[in-house]
């Protein structure tokens, strides 16, 4: 059974720095895709990015280009999500996903595994 832990979140101001991680475990995820949604208190839950676990092919929504960075290492079995220039709107509840498919998908829909949720606060 795959068991996805996220942690890292927090309180920080906009403009700052957050480093966000999921310890997967359970599987061999050679043939897995790993994705980070968010979901806002009210809104529904949306993708944020994703990576292909075999060749770190990586796809971002578009208001996170260029602030955020999704990464993955392979012996620690953790996937990343570096996440700078933090803005208020950046505010969410961040979950992380595993799709047992090698290519990256922006639809929850697609995603049968999910962890517990980090919540990241962004004081403006």
């Known amino acids: 059974q795959v068991q996805l832990v996220e942690s890292g979140g927090g309180l920080v101001q906009a403009g700052d720095s957050l480093r966000l991680s999921c310890a997967a475990s359970g599987r061999t995820f050679s043939s897995y895709a790993m994705g980070w949604f968010r979901q806002a208190p009210g809104k529904e839950r949306e993708f944020v990015a994703a990576?292909?676990?075999?060749?770190?092919?990586?796809l971002y929504t578009d208001s996170v280009k260029g602030r955020f960075t999704i990464s993955r290492d392979k012996p620690k079995n953790t996937v990343y999500l570096q996440m700078n220039s933090l803005q208020s709107e950046d505010t969410a509840v961040y979950y992380c996903?595993?799709?047992?498919?090698?290519?990256?998908?922006?639809?929850?829909?697609?995603?049968?595994?999910w962890g517990q949720g980090t919540q990241v606060t962004v004081s403006s």
């Open positions: 990576i292909t676990w075999t060749t770190a092919t990586t």
């Open positions: 996903a595993a799709r047992s498919a090698p290519f990256n998908s922006i639809f929850r829909e697609n995603y049968g595994y």
